[in-house]
């Protein structure tokens, strides 16, 4: 395991490289980041390989940084942060991929890019939640950058609006680990330190700092109603920072809310859990709902996305085992599916068409002229709807089945929300690529395919980066025991054992 420190140290370490390279070749840029990428999913794999499941957090390094105040730099692992970290190696890979056709300031694009996934790695990694938010404000500070100078449709305000929410609930999550910590009863911001400290804190101080720290982390994983800068972000983002957001950077959140919050604060989580299940579902079903309505193809994906973080939060809410299991299946399921979808609006279709416009592109068969990216999109859609052979499948169904068995009434509300996200992923499948299929409507349509072929083909990058993710869905859709069987010990450590308790008595 000790391979895994490196993945940040290397990730920080390219993103200099490609600010260096990209200045003087936009080429030179881009295989930089491309081989970062790879070695940072190299050494995840690698270290995957080797991992042995178990309760504990593995310790990685564990050195003194400011011994005053008790803060360490401590890194370590266990099943729940090594499924992300794969995930992150995916994601970024890919990404790096989709956002080969940049051309403006190459070398800032990835330096910046690579600089936000070292944060990433490191919020991933950290065991001192002091470092945790260190590398949590750092993964925060490039993505307007990112959005404000190569995005699209209104970019600065996408990007001032992401950055304000994401302060805004790094903030409340600061608030209440400060809070904790000037108890007079924490040693210093280590997990465990701060979990006895929280447990001197009075009921009504301990259900005010769960919902600081919660609240703040939900913040940024997207839950219903704080979900708004997702949209306007994604769509705002150029193509592979949207893959970024909807596939690392929304799980940082839930992550803070899995590793922070439920731990520390199990009877305040007892006393929020209600309020918090109904949130969760709310945010599936009306999410669902306004992307049923959508007319813009990339606003479409993007409520998409906040309905399928809401079963994340859904799993977390239900503080059940298998719920909770589901919960970190659907971050990763969610992260290479989302990637995927906004890869081939963004990318495929958006810089060969220049339009998001549904009714525009319902008039372009886009299956003839660019029938890649409609099977491409034809095999994540069924992806998103939870098909079984996919990722979205056992997350899914193992969450719906936790609320179930204790929380009846999410479990039908939130089925409900399975069939909204059903219904819009056929509508805008065939409103994109395959038009009006009958009648004097397809002699128009072939009409406007003469017109506008050849259209350019999928590209050499373009298609290993969807290979690359349809490939890992797939995977996980088929055994996704490869995964559960590191999460579910580390989710049935002395950590998370008062939480599951305290959620269903």
């Known amino acids: 395991m000790s391979l895994l420190p490196w993945i940040p140290y290397v990730t920080f370490a390219g993103a200099l490289l490609a600010y260096v390279a990209g200045s ?9 980041a491309l081989l970062t990428a790879l070695t940072g999913l190299g050494l995840a794999l690698t270290a995957a390989a080797a991992f042995v499941p178990g309760r504990e957090l593995q310790t990685l390094v564990n050195r003194a940084w400011i011994p005053e105040l008790g803060i360490r730099y401590h890194l370590a692992v266990d099943g729940i942060s090594l499924t992300l970290i794969v995930l992150t190696g995916v994601a970024t890979t890919a990404a790096v991929l989709f956002s080969w056709t940049v051309s403006e300031r190459v070398g800032e694009f990835f330096a910046l890019f690579l600089g936000l996934i070292g944060g990433v790695y490191g919020v991933f990694l950290s065991a001192d939640v002091f470092l945790f938010f260190v590398f949590y404000e750092i993964a925060i500070v490039p993505k307007y950058f990112l959005i404000a100078l190569w995005g699209s449709t209104r970019r600065e305000y996408g990007a001032m609006k992401l950055v304000l929410y994401s302060f805004a609930g790094s903030g409340l999550v600061l608030a209440g680990v ?23 804190l009075s009921p009504v101080e301990g259900g005010v700092v769960f919902a600081l720290v919660f609240f703040g982390f939900a913040t940024l994983a997207g839950l219903f109603p704080l979900h708004t800068w997702a949209p306007t972000g994604h769509v705002a983002a150029p193509t592979g920072v949207s893959m970024l957001l909807a596939g690392v950077v929304m799980k940082l959140g839930a992550y803070g809310c899995l590793r922070v919050a439920l731990p520390l604060f199990p009877d305040a989580f007892a006393a929020w859990q209600t309020t918090l299940g109904w949130l969760a579902v709310a945010g599936i079903v009306y999410a669902g709902l306004v992307a049923l309505v959508q007319d813009d193809f990339k606003f479409v994906i993007g409520y998409s996305s906040v309905s399928h973080m809401g079963f994340v939060m859904l799993g ?3 503080g059940e085992l298998e719920a909770l ?3 970190v299946l659907q971050m990763f399921s969610h992260g290479v599916i989302a990637g995927l979808l906004f890869a081939v609006v963004g990318r495929m279709v958006y810089e060969r068409t220049h339009t998001r416009d549904l009714a525009e592109l319902q008039a372009l068969p886009l299956h003839r002229l660019i029938p890649g990216a409609a099977a491409i999109f034809v095999v994540a859609g069924l992806a ?16 719906l089945v936790g609320a179930w068995r204790h929380h009846i009434p999410w479990a039908l509300v939130a089925g409900l929300g ?6 819009f992923t056929i509508k805008v499948m065939q409103r994109a690529f395959f038009g009006q299929l009958r009648g004097p409507a397809e002699s128009t349509q072939k009409e406007h395919a003469a017109e506008h072929a050849p259209m350019e083909p999928l590209t050499l ?3 290993a980066g969807a290979a690359l993710l349809i490939a890992a869905t797939v995977i996980v859709g ?24 305290k959620g269903h008595p």
């Open 461 to 463: 990058p373009e298609k």
């Open 384 to 399: 998103s709807m939870g098909l079984p052979g996919f990722s979205g499948f056992p997350s899914e169904l193992t969450i």
């Open 24 to 32: 003087r070749s936009a080429r030179a840029g881009r295989v930089v």
């Open 478 to 501: 088929l055994k996704p025991d490869l995964l559960l069987d590191w999460i579910m010990p580390a989710l049935q450590s002395p950590a998370f054992a008062l939480t599951l308790t």
């Open 325 to 327: 299991g589901g919960a």
């Open 418 to 423: 399975v069939l909204v996200a059903g219904a």
């Open 178 to 200: 400060l809070w904790t910590y000037g108890s007079g009863a924490a040693e210093g911001f280590s997990l465990g330190a701060l979990t006895a400290a929280a447990a001197r």
């Open 316 to 318: 977390l809410a239900t």
